[in-house]
């Protein structure tokens, strides 16, 4: 496609449940990062992927977050037993190759826990 | 790790004026980059303005352009001839030039309105 794309757009789910959260990079590029954006926060890194590199995970909060990247494409973001303070959006962002700027980033997945 | 401030949580400035927004960085490295992203409500982030460290010359893109002070770690974004599209949250945001480390950092945002 020609931007980076996240599903879903919006998740609202309760406390203690596992979420999935998706990213679709720009085609061709190998660098896919993901961030954190609390209400009225910027963003906190969560997690970097380059090719087959092993990823930068220096960013997860907990072991509750983990996310893996396959084929080098898609990307997907997992939070284990949800907390309320995982609210947030959660944004992925692509660039064709480590380093280069800028990074292109998706409109996000808000994320409400009950 | 570094650190970027934005001490401005909100500004609001009228249609055709000048705004300009603050940012400071604290950081040991002398070669790094500096960003500006803005934020509309659609929530996608867009670039609109980089800085290289090594670059005395401030950066301009149109409307937009840099008061990049190194010494002061000093980077802020000034606004010209502001227009309704430019409402949203700014970003502030720092990345090392260094190998395998390309994780942005970002400041806390400042929220432009500008009025009609």
């Known amino acids: 496609g020609a931007g980076v794309s996240q599903s879903p757009s919006n998740k609202v789910t309760e406390k203690g449940k596992d979420v999935e959260l998706r990213c679709d990079p720009i085609?061709?590029?190998?660098?896919l990062y993901w961030y954190r954006q609390s209400l009225g926060q910027g963003l906190e890194f969560l997690i970097y992927?380059?090719?087959?590199?092993?990823?930068?995970k220096s960013g997860l909060p907990s072991d509750r977050f983990s996310a893996e990247r396959t084929g080098g494409s898609v990307s997907t973001l997992t939070i284990q037993r949800t907390q309320q303070e995982d609210s947030a959006v959660y944004l992925c962002?692509?660039?064709?190759?480590?380093?280069?700027?800028?990074?292109?980033f998706g409109d996000g997945t808000r994320l409400s826990i009950l | 790790a570094q650190t970027v401030t934005q001490s401005q949580p909100e500004m609001s400035v009228q249609e055709a004026e000048t705004v300009t927004l603050s940012c400071t960085y604290d950081?040991?490295?002398?070669?790094?980059?500096l960003f500006w992203y803005k934020q509309p409500p659609s929530r996608q982030m867009i670039l609109v303005i980089r800085?290289?460290?090594?670059?005395?010359q401030n950066a301009t893109e149109n409307r937009f352009s840099v008061n990049f002070q190194k010494a002061a770690k000093s980077f802020s974004l000034k606004i010209s001839d502001s227009q309704l599209g430019d409402t949203a949250m700014y970003f502030c945001?720092?990345?090392?030039?260094?190998?395998?480390?390309?994780?942005?950092?970002f400041g806390a945002g400042t929220t432009v309105t500008v009025r009609a």
């Open positions: 945001a720092f990345m090392k030039h260094a190998h395998n480390d390309y994780k942005l950092s």
């Open positions: 950081t040991s490295e002398n070669n790094y980059y």
């Open positions: 085609s061709g590029h190998t660098a």
């Open positions: 992927f380059q090719g087959n590199s092993a990823p930068d």
């Open positions: 800085q290289e460290a090594y670059k005395q």
């Open positions: 962002a692509s660039s064709r190759r480590q380093g280069e700027q800028p990074q292109h």
